[in-house]
């Protein structure tokens, strides 16, 4: 158990709706990383918050935003929604006393889009 | 731009050695790590070595470290079938950028 924790662990829904991934970092992390899996792209970085503001940008869409909220849980958020966005979405986190800047990850939300 | 590269696939017999190989383009780069991914859960950090080291050796998983030819390599001893995951390969220079992971079946 890493520390990280995610929610909910299944989501199904269909196209065009939106939902919310919610993301608990470990213990004292003030980082949170958000990161899209699927089988054709592999591991594909989305963004990073850094103690509540944007610190890093990947290969996030315009339909998804995020955000980190004063108690340091994050929330991705998927609008729009189509097929290809099916994926595993994983949530990390690391410590800002961590010179190694491990990231720690949480088990995934699946989400499955009909 | 920055990159990390790894074999998509690799099968070994039930007591060999698997020998996961990977390379990275940013030459700045600080830290690297080794994770891994059992189905249906997230990754979990089996290691990492600091740029300024060759080797790491922590149980059954060696770690080598080709600075120059920036090539990083996860030596796991005496296979076992519980070792069939996804391997990540990661640097971290100014980001932390990971591969696209290694499948490794272990074959009883």
């Known amino acids: 158990d890493s520390g990280v924790t995610q929610t909910p662990k299944h989501l199904i829904t269909a196209t065009g709706q939106r939902v919310t991934l919610r993301c608990s970092p470990r213990?004292?992390?003030?980082?949170v990383y958000w990161y899209q899996q699927s089988l054709d792209q592999g591991l594909q970085f989305l963004i990073q918050?850094?103690?509540?503001?944007?610190?890093a940008k990947g290969n996030i869409l315009e339909r998804f935003s995020a955000q980190q909220f004063p108690d340091l849980h994050s929330e991705l958020n998927l609008s729009s929604l189509e097929l290809g966005d099916s994926a595993l979405y994983f949530c990390?986190?690391?410590?800002?006393?961590?010179?190694?800047?491990?990231?720690?990850f949480g088990p995934g939300t699946r989400l499955t889009v009909l | 731009g920055e990159d990390v590269e790894q074999s998509l696939f690799l099968s070994v017999r039930e007591g060999d050695s698997s020998v996961i190989n990977c390379t990275y383009t940013d030459s700045s780069s600080t830290y690297l790590y080794w994770y891994k991914q059992e189905p249906g859960a997230g990754l979990q950090l089996l290691t990492y070595?600091?740029?300024?080291?060759d080797m790491k050796q922590d149980q059954r998983l060696t770690v080598l470290l080709n600075k120059k030819d920036k090539h990083l390599s996860l030596r796991i001893a005496d296979t076992q079938t519980g070792d069939s995951a996804i391997y990540f390969c990661a640097e971290r220079a100014l980001k932390t950028i990971f591969g696209a992971g290694t499948r490794l079946f272990v074959k009883a």
């Open positions: 070595i600091f740029s300024n080291m």
């Open positions: 990390a986190s690391s410590a800002p006393w961590d010179s190694t800047d491990t990231q720690y």
């Open positions: 918050y850094y103690n509540g503001e944007e610190r």
């Open positions: 213990s004292g992390d003030l980082s």
